[in-house]
């Protein structure tokens, strides 16, 4: 049994569950006499591994047959350079920034094509989501961040984009709550947060769009090489994708996004509801466009911040401090944490803002 809760942004927490079921399986899986970390990925033992996998993630997310699904690695940072590379036939796509890593991906994208900054919440410390945006014409793409780690905030709505592919970056919120596949040209996301260990990236791409790198594109950032290839093109993580299949079927077990979803507002609705009451907390996000995956919140003064931190993580809840381009607290409440560890950090930020106002 362990006895902390790891409200960590990412890595983050694992079902415990699934963290036993690889405990089972370590040495010895499905009567292979090998662990998973030992195995070919041409073995058919992995092979079915790689395929329930695509299918868990397709029933999960109710993706249409119209889109391809991958495994690759690199993390959602590499994808940052495989948009452009993949996508910019014409050399033109537009950005929305709204934080530190939809900054990333604009910025690598400049390397590649004539790329604008559509609209940025930068001016007030990407508090907020930017509404009735504007786009050009002629463009590959539209890119945007539909929920955002550092500052905690998500995409009420989406921005209209006509015929443009929308391309999401959801690391952080992926199976978290329902995502319309079929809104988007291509969705990717690092698997860290909310699908299982890092090494493992999900992109889940539109068919027409799947072909159309540029000649430049280096095959392993060609998404129709992993795609002709059933994602086995070379050495895929064969440790993580297992860890994320087995996610995918704890979660399917639980009722799939729709029954966690709900989990996932009512855990977020009960730091919110205690911060919105409290004349101690504070989050700075637009209330509208609040995450409910990760809520950042400060207390009256930094040195307090500090010593919730400290003293919370005396307390078993751990990983707590807010990014340093925030400041404060930051709860990162996923899929795999638990109501009852949500309810033991609003039970602690009760009592801390009684013993220190
Ligand atoms: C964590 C995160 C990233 C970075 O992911 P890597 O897999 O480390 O490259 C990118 N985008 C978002 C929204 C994230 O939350």
């Given at each position: 049994?362990?006895?902390?809760?790891?409200?960590?942004?990412?890595?983050?927490?694992?079902?415990?569950?699934?963290?036993?079921?690889?405990?089972?399986d370590?040495?010895n899986y499905n009567g292979s006499?090998?662990?998973?970390?030992?195995?070919?990925?041409?073995?058919?033992v992995?092979?079915e591994i790689?395929?329930?996998?695509?299918?868990?993630?397709?029933?999960?997310?109710?993706?249409?047959?119209?889109?391809?699904?991958?495994?690759?690695?690199?993390?959602?940072?590499?994808?940052?350079?495989?948009?452009?590379?993949?996508?910019?036939?014409?050399?033109?796509?537009?950005?929305?920034?709204?934080?530190?890593?939809?900054?990333?991906?604009?910025?690598?994208?400049?390397?590649?094509?004539?790329?604008?900054?559509?609209?940025?919440?930068?001016?007030?410390?990407?508090?907020?989501?930017?509404?009735?945006?504007?786009?050009?014409?002629?463009?590959?793409?539209?890119?945007?961040?539909?929920?955002?780690?550092?500052?905690?905030?998500?995409?009420?709505?989406?921005?209209?984009?006509?015929?443009?592919?929308?391309?999401?970056?959801?690391?952080?919120?992926?199976?978290?709550?329902?995502?319309?596949?079929?809104?988007?040209?291509?969705?990717?996301?690092?698997?860290?947060?909310?699908?299982?260990?890092?090494?493992?990236?999900?992109?889940?791409?539109?068919?027409?769009?799947?072909?159309?790198?540029?000649?430049?594109?280096?095959?392993?950032?060609?998404?129709?090489?992993?795609?002709?290839?059933?994602?086995?093109?070379?050495?895929?993580?064969?440790?993580?994708?297992?860890?994320?299949?087995?996610?995918?079927?704890?979660?399917?077990?639980?009722?799939?996004?729709?029954?966690?979803?709900?989990?996932?507002?009512?855990?977020?609705?009960?730091?919110?509801?205690?911060?919105?009451?409290?004349?101690?907390?504070?989050?700075?996000?637009?209330?509208?466009?609040?995450?409910?995956?990760?809520?950042?919140?400060?207390?009256?003064?930094?040195?307090?911040?500090?010593?919730?931190?400290?003293?919370?993580?005396?307390?078993?809840?751990?990983?707590?401090?807010?990014?340093?381009?925030?400041?404060?607290?930051?709860?990162?409440?996923?899929?795999?944490?638990?109501?009852?560890?949500?309810?033991?950090?609003?039970?602690?930020?009760?009592?801390?803002?009684?013993?220190?106002?």
């Amino acid at each position: 049994m362990r006895n902390v809760f790891n409200f960590s942004a990412g890595p983050s927490m694992l079902p415990e569950d699934v963290l036993k079921d690889v405990q089972a399986d370590i040495l010895n899986y499905n009567g292979s006499g090998m662990s998973v970390m030992e195995m070919s990925h041409r073995a058919k033992v992995y092979e079915e591994i790689n395929a329930e996998a695509e299918v868990l993630l397709r029933e999960l997310m109710n993706i249409p047959d119209n889109y391809d699904v991958i495994f690759v690695q690199g993390g959602a940072s590499m994808q940052f350079e495989a948009i452009p590379l993949n996508l910019l036939n014409k050399g033109k796509a537009d950005y929305i920034v709204t934080g530190n890593f939809a900054e990333k991906a604009w910025k690598e994208a400049q390397k590649f094509g004539d790329i604008a900054c559509a609209a940025s919440s930068k001016d007030k410390n990407f508090t907020y989501i930017p509404q009735n945006v504007k786009f050009r014409e002629g463009l590959d793409y539209v890119h945007i961040t539909t929920n955002n780690t550092i500052f905690g905030t998500h995409y009420a709505s989406l921005p209209d984009t006509g015929d443009i592919p929308l391309i999401t970056d959801a690391s952080s919120h992926i199976l978290g709550e329902h995502i319309d596949v079929g809104k988007f040209g291509v969705i990717y996301a690092g698997a860290q947060k909310n699908i299982g260990p890092a090494g493992v990236t999900v992109v889940i791409v539109r068919k027409d769009l799947s072909d159309k790198a540029l000649p430049a594109c280096p095959t392993m950032l060609k998404w129709s090489t992993q795609i002709k290839e059933k994602s086995l093109y070379n050495t895929p993580p064969c440790f993580s994708t297992y860890v994320a299949m087995l996610v995918f079927r704890w979660l399917k077990k639980l009722g799939g996004v729709a029954a966690i979803q709900k989990i996932n507002e009512q855990k977020a609705g009960m730091l919110y509801e205690l911060i919105d009451n409290s004349s101690f907390y504070k989050n700075a996000v637009n209330p509208a466009d609040r995450s409910i995956m990760n809520v950042p919140f400060t207390t009256p003064s930094p040195e307090l911040d500090e010593k919730f931190i400290s003293e919370a993580s005396k307390a078993g809840l751990k990983t707590l401090k807010g990014h340093r381009l925030v400041g404060g607290m930051r709860a990162s409440i996923y899929n795999a944490m638990p109501v009852e560890g949500v309810q033991k950090l609003a039970d602690f930020m009760k009592k801390f803002a009684v013993e220190n106002k």
